[in-house]
């Protein structure tokens, strides 16, 4: 089951209060220069006035794999309204993350975390994770796990940010 990492209590969701992701709501996304697949440089404080959705994934995560056509959809619906999808590739090569994507049938923007830092910086020790930043870069919501719940959970937040 998805983990929802939010402000409050420990009855939202059953979400752990006090987590390392938790102490990133609220607070200005980590930003880093990473290579994107196709070449080009990506940098999160370039993504500045839109709504940004960071998915930290891997190819051999089962539920990232099954989570990223659907989150990818998601955000190509909100694409008008200046919503933006990253998908954050933890530490594999080039070729992995494009075998996986031609079977996937997905073209999706895709920065590759080489190394690992940038995925450190966002707490990630579990994914696929899910990180939603608002128009200003600051971190809104954060998401380990996947499902259902999860999307409608992000659905919901995205028109709230979208209205206008």
């Known amino acids: 089951d998805p983990k929802f990492v939010t402000e409050g209590t420990s009855?939202?969701?059953d979400a752990p209060v006090d987590t390392a992701q938790a102490r990133l709501l609220g607070k200005l996304a980590p930003d880093q220069d990473l290579p994107k697949l196709d070449g080009t440089p990506f940098?999160?404080?370039?993504?500045?006035?839109?709504?940004?959705?960071?998915?930290?994934?891997?190819?051999?995560?089962g539920p990232c794999i099954q989570s990223m056509p659907r989150i990818h959809?998601?955000?190509?619906?909100?694409?008008?309204?200046?919503?933006e999808a990253v998908f954050v590739n933890i530490e594999e090569p080039e070729a992995r993350?494009?075998?996986?994507?031609e079977r996937l049938e997905l073209v999706p923007t895709v920065a590759m975390d080489t190394d690992g830092a940038f995925s450190k910086q966002y707490a990630v020790q579990a994914i696929p994770q899910t990180v939603v930043i608002d128009r200003d870069g600051v971190v809104l919501k954060v998401f380990v796990g996947s499902g259902e719940e999860t999307e409608q959970e992000l659905i919901r937040i995205l028109n709230a940010l979208t209205r206008n």
Request: overall charge neutral; charged content about 25%.
């Open 11 to 13: 009855e939202q969701h």
């Open 43 to 61: 940098r999160l404080s370039d993504y500045r006035g839109k709504v940004v959705i960071l998915d930290f994934w891997a190819s051999w995560c």
């Open 73 to 83: 959809q998601i955000s190509r619906e909100y694409t008008d309204a200046g919503v």
């Open 97 to 101: 993350v494009r075998t996986l994507l």
